[in-house]
Every structure is written in C-alpha cells, then in structure tokens.
C-alpha cells in the first residue's frame, strides 16, 4: 500500500485518479495542492508561457469537501512532505513552473509522474529542471477524458479499462517505473510502455489533430452570417462529432504548442488528403468520393467492434 | 386520416417513417417498394451516376416482417397505385430514376415528397422529370439520422422533437405542403418552411461539412503506417468525433455531388481558418489559438445547452 500521494492540479484526471486510489484501498492519505501554491512557492522566474489554469486554494477546498482528497496544502513544500508519489496533473504549458517548485523540496525517495497529453515536452522539461530527481520521474499518460473539466466531473471509474501510456527513459529508476504502473494498475487501467516520441506522434493523430479540427470548425461556424440556423439545425451527428470542442481551451492550447511539430505533421497529412477530395468534389470524380468513404466507414467500424 | 401512403426505400428513414406513423394511427395502410423496382420498371434510360443502393425485395420482405410496412410490391405501378403520399426515400444520387418512372404511374391526386438531405438537385430533379405532376411534389428534409442504416435500426421515434425543413416552391400546391406537414407532425417532429438554396447551404455547413471531414480523417488515419496503434490508442473522444464516418458511403457520396457548391463553399472558409490556425501553431502564436479555442467552446456550449 502506498502511504501518501500527492496531486498537484485536483481537476478532473488528477481528481478521478484521487477518488480510483480511494476507492481501490491503494493509499493511505491522498493530499492535494495547486499550480499557484507552485507558482507562489518557487520564488523564481518561470520561463515560457504561463498556462492560464486557475487551481486555486477555492478548487482545492471544493476536492476536500467532495472527499476527493484527504486534505490540501497551499505550501507546495508542505504539500509534497513525505509523499511516496507525486503526480503533476496541471496543462501541460504548466509543468516547468511545477518542477522547478519541485526541484526544491522534494526527496530524493519520492517518484514523481505526470498525466500530460504530450511526453516529449515535459521529459525534457523534467530533464531541465528535476537535476538529479530527473530519475525519479516517470512520463505517464493515461487514455481518459471527456470533455468536461474540473473536480466535479471526478469519477473513480475513469480509467477503469483504459490504458495509460508511460515513457521512461533509460535513466528512469526501474523502481520507479514499477511504482507507477501498480498506481495505475490498481485505477483498473492496463499500463503500456512506449518510446516517447512514438507517443506523441500516435497521440497527435489520433487525439490532438481531431481536437483542432473541431475547435476550429466550430469556431469557423460560429463566425458565418448563418450561424444561428447552422447550430439551429444541427443534429446528434454534429453534436457528437463537436463534442470534444467543449474541451478546456487552455489545456488544448498548451498540448498545440507542446507537441506542434508531431501536430503539424499529421495536420499537413491531412490537409493534402482533404484537398484531394476536394478536388474530386469539384470534378465529380465519383469513385474517388466513393472509395474515399467506403474505407473510412470501414475502417472506423473495425475500429469501434475491436474497442467494444 | 390518410388512406395509403407507399415509401419507396423502406431504410433507416423510410421505415422509422412507416413506424412512426403506425403508431400514431395516422395512416390505415403503408405500402413499401424500392429503387430496384422503380428502376426494373421504368424502362427508360436514366442519365447520370447510378446510385449503389440496394434496396432489394429481400429487404423489403423483412420490413414487412418486421411489421414496419403492410405490405410491399416490385411492381413500381403497383405500389403506388391509389396512394394519397408517395415518399421517395433512396439516396439523393438515385432521385433522377424514381421520378422518370413516378411519371408514368402516379395519378395526379397523389402528393409526392422525399426525404433527401439535399434539396436544389431533388427539387431541379422534380421539375425536370415529373412535369405536370411536380407541383404535387413538396421536398422535405427531416433532420434526424443515427450512423446506422438499413430497416433494421428503423424507430418510431426518430422525429420526435426533430426538426423538418420542407422546401416548397410558389408552385408547389397548396394542399400537398399541407397534407406533407400534417403527415410529418404525427411523427412528432415540428415542420419549418425554408428557401431551398438557403436549406442547402446550412445544411452544407452544419452536416456535409463534418461528414465530409469526418470520413477524410478516419481514410488519412487507416493509411498512416501507425495506424493500427492510432485506433488501439483512440479514446471516447476520437469514437464520437468520428461516428458520423460509420455512416452510409452511397448515401454521403450522392450528397457531396447533389450539394457539391455549397459543400465546396463552406469547405473553403473551413480550409482558410484551419489555416490560419496551422500558422498560428508554426509561429507558437499563443493568444491566436487560446482565442480560437475559447470561442469554439463558448459557441459548442451554447449551442448544446439550446438544444437540450
């Protein structure tokens, strides 16, 4: 049994891993703190964009009060006090500022993890900053989520059959690594180990590029002449197909700039194929439209029976 | 009451159609064919792409099993013999041959509609081959539709509290908007009336568009040399992105031709703000894509707290 774990950022992965550990006896004492408590603490300048993400003491008090967490701490050297894990669960544009914190006041015995969508950006932020606790950190990503954020939409059966990716380095601790993927295993979540940038490029396929496009066609409709009766007669495919718009901007935004280049690729991918079909949209290339949907209704349906 | 109504297509929609009437009790008898009959029947040459709709007898025997018609004939003459409504419901690419061969056998008391996702080409379509007969014919649009096809996913409640857009012209009769309206409402849909290239336009943006993308990404994806871990690694997220991309190829390929300008349209502002994005990702233009972002999920939020 893990004694004390430490969540920086109680939102809706960190709040949902909170209540799986409860739920499954894992640990002991399950203690919450926030990207200001890091931010107020470090006392030093924290390069690069700031996220906008507000996990303020407010939020923390909410977690204690739905029994998320044992308790919280707006100390970030208190927080992470005899901790056995701590796992940074802030937008990813956010994790220089908690590890400098970090670099400061944790123990050498504590492992550290996080839970970004993108693990090229925070190994090396981890490798920049964490010196010498760098070992002890293990790049995680659990496969969860859905669109809506914060501590309230906390659910312990969140990773219940999902994977969660994690992306250590040679210099990883062995134990560490093993730490992480019991606290994993025991939120009811199958634990794969890939390379990271392997990890980034599947991800931005099949996550952060289908986030983009929806954002971006939703916001490209919500600035037509029409787009009253646009969303007026939109129906349930629409909706579900939008669905991921409703995500947390600041969150998307950091993932954009932390994995862009894999982004960008994937993106251009796409962007050559779409103009292809345009293109035989605008000669009504019948065929072209036709196989063009056949194989991705077959594809996506193999998809969906091997999911379920 | 309405005394006989004959759908030809007894599909997802024809069939929740039948049921939904059936169960309102507001029609005494549902008679089913299919384009292979209008087509067999017809003995005309049909010009244009031939859809590949197979709506065979085989498929019309199980919606009378099925009890969704009362009963079905092969003959196109047969089955719309003493019809008070004659609903045309095939993919719009196979509209052309119902209405050469409704022509020829449909009485001129009979009121005509359909039920086609797109309405310039049906309407042109109407005029063009039904002559005398196309002001008895009144286009409609029910905005209702799951991934699923085929009589077997047929549900009496698929139009309750769904939109119908009909699309009359001046010439179109009085009487048969009437009688088409009346028919719809006993489903439980409510009926709007819209200007046909208006109708297309906004369906263009709000439905053909994301199919269109839908079924691109998901071809893009099954092509990339990773894409076997892209699906195994797809979350919630990617399954409701994609659903509409399960839909039927024939069905969205007729679309996408019947409603090519204003698809190509809208699919160019799309393209030129996806753009724009793409470079605000290059140049790591934080407020450009924060403020996309926000914006899309203050429209998508709006927009769904509307609907529900």
């Given at each position: 049994?893990?004694?004390?774990?430490?969540?920086?950022?109680v939102?809706?992965?960190?709040?949902?891993?909170?209540?799986?550990?409860?739920?499954?006896g894992?640990?002991?004492?399950i203690?919450?703190?926030?990207?200001?408590?890091?931010?107020?603490n470090?006392?030093?300048?924290?390069p690069?964009?700031?996220?906008?993400?507000?996990?303020?003491?407010?939020?923390?008090?909410?977690?204690?009060?739905?029994?998320?967490?044992?308790?919280?701490?707006?100390?970030?050297?208190?927080?992470?006090?005899?901790?056995?894990?701590?796992?940074?669960?802030?937008?990813?544009?956010?994790?220089?500022?908690?590890?400098?914190?970090?670099?400061?006041?944790v123990?050498?015995?504590?492992?550290?993890?996080?839970?970004?969508s993108?693990?090229r950006?925070?190994?090396?932020?981890?490798?920049?900053?964490?010196?010498?606790?760098?070992?002890?950190f293990?790049?995680?990503?659990?496969?969860?989520?859905i669109e809506?954020?914060g501590?309230?939409a906390?659910?312990?059966?969140?990773?219940?059959?999902?994977?969660?990716?994690?992306?250590?380095?040679?210099?990883?601790?062995?134990i560490?690594?093993?730490?992480?993927?019991?606290?994993?295993?025991?939120?009811?979540?199958?634990?794969i180990?890939?390379?990271?940038?392997?990890?980034?490029?599947?991800?931005?396929?099949?996550?952060?590029?289908p986030?983009?496009?929806?954002?971006?066609l939703?916001?490209t409709?919500?600035?037509?002449?029409?787009?009253s009766?646009i969303?007026?007669?939109?129906?349930?495919?629409f909706?579900?197909f939008?669905?991921?718009?409703?995500s947390?901007?600041?969150?998307?935004?950091?993932?954009c700039?932390?994995?862009?280049?894999?982004?960008?690729?994937?993106?251009?991918?796409?962007t050559?194929?779409?103009?292809?079909?345009?293109?035989?949209?605008?000669?009504?290339?019948?065929?072209?439209?036709?196989?063009?949907?056949?194989?991705?209704?077959?594809?996506?349906?193999t998809?969906?029976n091997?999911?379920?």
């Open positions: 049994m893990i004694n004390r774990i430490c969540i920086i950022g939102g809706l992965i960190g709040g949902s891993l909170a209540r799986a550990l409860k739920a499954s894992a640990c002991k004492e203690v919450g703190t926030s990207l200001r408590a890091a931010n107020q470090s006392g030093k300048h924290i690069g964009k700031q996220s906008t993400g507000n996990q303020s003491s407010a939020n923390l008090l909410k977690a204690k009060q739905l029994n998320v967490i044992d308790r919280f701490e707006t100390e970030i050297s208190v927080a992470v006090k005899d901790a056995d894990i701590v796992v940074v669960s802030v937008p990813v544009g956010a994790q220089d500022a908690i590890f400098i914190a970090l670099a400061d006041c123990s050498s015995d504590t492992i550290i993890t996080d839970v970004g993108t693990k950006s925070v190994s090396d932020s981890a490798d920049k900053y964490l010196g010498k606790l760098s070992t002890n293990v790049p995680a990503h659990p496969i969860a989520g809506k954020s501590v309230e906390a659910s312990g059966d969140l990773f219940q059959q999902r994977r969660v990716i994690i992306t250590p380095t040679e210099n990883t601790s062995k560490a690594v093993s730490v992480v993927q019991s606290m994993w295993e025991k939120t009811g979540a199958e634990v180990k890939m390379d990271i940038d392997h990890h980034d490029e599947v991800l931005a396929a099949t996550s952060h590029l986030h983009l496009l929806a954002f971006s939703v916001d409709l919500s600035q037509l002449d029409e787009k009766e969303f007026k007669y939109a129906a349930g495919g909706r579900d939008t669905r991921i718009a409703s947390d901007p600041t969150m998307w935004h950091d993932i700039l932390a994995n862009s280049n894999a982004i960008l690729a994937v993106l251009e991918t796409f050559r194929d779409l103009k292809k079909l345009e293109q035989a949209i605008q000669e009504k290339d019948s065929q072209f439209i036709l196989d063009v949907f056949v194989r991705a209704k077959k594809s996506r349906d998809f969906c091997e999911q379920l």
